[in-house]
């Protein structure tokens, strides 16, 4: 049972560029979550999506930065004109919707492995 | 003030020893309670989850909220080397307020 899934794991890019994120959730969830550690901090909530709908992005930075959440395929967070501060480990979780809980809380949050995107 | 503080440690603790980490937080709608292990450039891996005050075991672990002191801790028995990690305490409101709000993190260390 694979468990969530973020591609690619390093990312170069250089300032002005656009990076793109991959998050494919655990099966059978539904609900996607955006978090960013920058350097030597905490991580930091961004986005939080369903299927089609952004439920909550209090976190996203105002600016060059978009996600969504396919009817089909991997969720993409996408950063435009990339800056030397975007620079950190980006991470994705998901969690079951309520119906689909099942044994584990809909409210339980099962991270992947990151995307660390360094900007030169 | 941030909504949630945790000692960054080091916390440094000779093998067999029971360890308590701990968080404080001031937002009173927080009801979802997480303990996650992050191992360097690693995800943060879900150890203990708990809901509203109360206690809850997990073979080594034991996570306690007390929601009326607004304070939470993780106690792990006889610890190993093993589990030196970065621990990270986070907590959301729950239903339609999912988002998680993290402490900062305490890095744990187990001398052999």
């Known amino acids: 049972n694979a468990g969530v899934m973020q591609n690619p794991r390093h990312l170069v890019r250089r300032r002005g560029q656009e990076a793109r994120l991959r998050c494919s959730p655990m099966k059978g969830h539904s609900h996607v979550y955006w978090y960013r550690q920058l350097p030597e901090e905490g991580l930091k909530f961004m986005v939080y999506l369903q299927k089609e709908n952004i439920i909550d992005e209090s976190g996203m930075p105002k600016e060059r930065f978009s996600a969504e959440f396919p009817k089909e395929g991997p969720s993409i967070l996408r950063i435009q004109q990339v800056v030397r501060g975007d620079s950190a480990a980006y991470f994705c979780?998901?969690?079951?919707?309520?119906?689909?809980?099942?044994?584990?809380?809909?409210?339980?949050?099962?991270f992947g492995p990151g995307t660390r995107l360094t900007v030169l | 003030q941030k909504e949630v503080e945790q000692d960054p440690g080091p916390l440094s603790v000779p093998e067999g020893a029971i360890v308590s980490l701990n968080c404080t937080y001031s937002?009173?709608?927080?009801?979802?309670f997480m303990w996650y292990r992050q191992y360097s450039r690693k995800g943060p891996e879900l150890l203990m989850y708990?809901?509203?005050?109360g206690n809850k075991e997990d073979g080594r672990f034991t996570a306690q909220v007390d929601k009326s002191s607004k304070y939470i801790s993780l106690f792990i028995r006889d610890s190993q080397p093993s589990d030196s990690a970065t621990y990270l305490c986070a907590m959301s409101a729950g239903t339609g307020r999912r988002a998680l709000t993290f402490g900062s993190g305490t890095r744990l260390q187990v001398q052999p």
């Open positions: 708990t809901y509203s005050s």
């Open positions: 937002n009173s709608a927080f009801q979802y």
């Open positions: 979780a998901s969690s079951p919707s309520s119906a689909a809980s099942g044994r584990s809380s809909y409210n339980e949050q099962f």
